[in-house]
């Protein structure tokens, strides 16, 4: 691996000496390199000559000549440079730099990064330790490999969209992007870091193909344990973690609000009984059909009949597993988030911190997000390109 410290002004961190090309835009491929920067990696972030990344202006807070709150928050502690890979000269500098690259990402369609003649053979013909990774919806094969498509389609074509709502309703979207995130962030990092460990150990590289419908479908556990039990999924609302039992669902307060209620273990269904003074439905958290709708129905019942203020004191000190259901402008605000430094002050702008903690890389910005091109030249003058070599790329539009 090649370290780059002078150029990144990175902080030392597990991944410090990481050099990543990343050739990806808008949520999945920026998340998946932001995780790997914010561990220090020196990710460099190269987009087209013409619109660029365009989350820069896609979100809200982008003011006039700004870029969009979007953009920052996943593009922080990563270089910018702009290259037209549609001219042979960009080729080449792209070729250059992947030279003594470690990983590069992509999120484009099949079959374009070859065309452009950056692909995988292309780099590997020239570093046969480069890790090579490719995100997108559907994967590098199979009859759907060039569809178009995004999070809604991706996990509605595993099975997964399907199985979440309430019964009798149709499916509800989530407002957490599964496969964009699950898939095409996390199982994208995943799959570089053991590929970065076996180039490490054996000099060799690999090319990672990551489909985000894969890995949402490869997590749907639940689903397929009902069908391997059953023959089956049931239908949405009504599987064990859905709402089928009694022990583990929503119920709706006076108020409008819900108590999500996860007393699934016996201690903890017991402790909840007493809480409410109905230990005569200690048998039944986890009975289904007529013992368990009946259950649920008196629950339902109870939980109306007061606001979410007084559900959320009665729970306060009975560790069952009950807790109210928050917006997020209350998650934000919540005491153990707070705690856990999960959303500080960088860039001014409030962010997500790393979804981890790690002893000895304790979380602080390095780089706000880059600005367009802002770090090409830089960039260029460390692979060996004179200033004049850098000024005839700028005047063909190259950079």
């Not at 490869?218 to 089928?244: E, K, N």
């Amino acid at each position: 691996m090649t370290t780059n410290n002078s150029a990144s002004g990175q902080d030392d961190g597990p991944l410090t000496g990481l050099r990543i090309l990343d050739l990806t835009r808008l949520l999945p491929g920026p998340v998946c390199t932001l995780h790997l920067a914010d561990l220090g990696a020196t990710v460099i972030k190269i987009e087209d000559t013409g619109a660029g990344d365009y989350s820069r202006s896609m979100s809200l807070g982008a003011a006039p000549g700004e870029d969009s709150f979007f953009f920052r928050i996943v593009n922080r502690h990563k270089l910018g440079m702009r290259l037209d890979l549609k001219q042979a000269a960009g080729v080449a500098v792209f070729l250059r730099l992947a030279r003594e690259a470690d990983v590069i990402v992509e999120s484009f369609r099949p079959g374009v990064v070859d065309r452009l003649g950056v692909g995988y053979a292309a780099v590997q013909a020239i570093n046969p330790r480069i890790v090579y990774c490719a995100i997108t919806g559907y994967g590098q094969d199979g009859p759907w490999r060039d569809r178009a498509g995004h999070d809604i389609n991706y996990i509605a074509t595993a099975g997964v969209l399907d199985q979440i709502g309430n019964a009798c309703e149709a499916p509800a979207i989530p407002n957490l992007q599964i496969g964009d995130l699950l898939g095409g962030a996390l199982t994208a990092a995943m799959g570089i870091l053991a590929a970065v460990i076996g180039a490490k150990a054996t000099g060799k590289g690999r090319y990672v193909d990551v489909a985000m419908t894969d890995a949402s479908f490869a997590h749907a556990y639940t689903p397929l344990l009902s069908v391997l039990g059953r023959g089956q999924t049931l239908p949405r609302g009504t599987d064990d973690l859905t709402g089928g039992l009694p022990g583990y669902g929503l119920y709706r307060t006076q108020d409008g609000r819900y108590m999500a209620v996860g007393a699934l273990e016996p201690k903890f269904w017991a402790l909840f009984c007493a809480a409410i003074e109905r230990s005569d439905l200690k048998p039944y958290g986890l009975a289904r059909n007529a013992d368990g709708a009946r259950t649920r129905a008196e629950l339902e019942a109870l939980f109306a009949s007061q606001p979410l203020s007084h559900w959320v004191a009665l729970f306060e000190n009975v560790d069952c597993g009950v807790t109210p259901v928050l917006d997020f402008a209350e998650a934000m605000q919540h005491p153990q988030l707070k705690a856990r430094g999960m959303l500080p002050e960088v860039d001014g702008l409030r962010q997500f911190a790393p979804p981890f903690k790690m002893s000895g890389c304790d979380f602080k910005l390095r780089r706000p997000a880059p600005k367009v091109g802002a770090d090409g030249t830089a960039i260029l003058r460390e692979a060996g390109y004179a200033p004049d070599e850098i000024e005839q790329l700028r005047k063909q539009g190259v950079i």
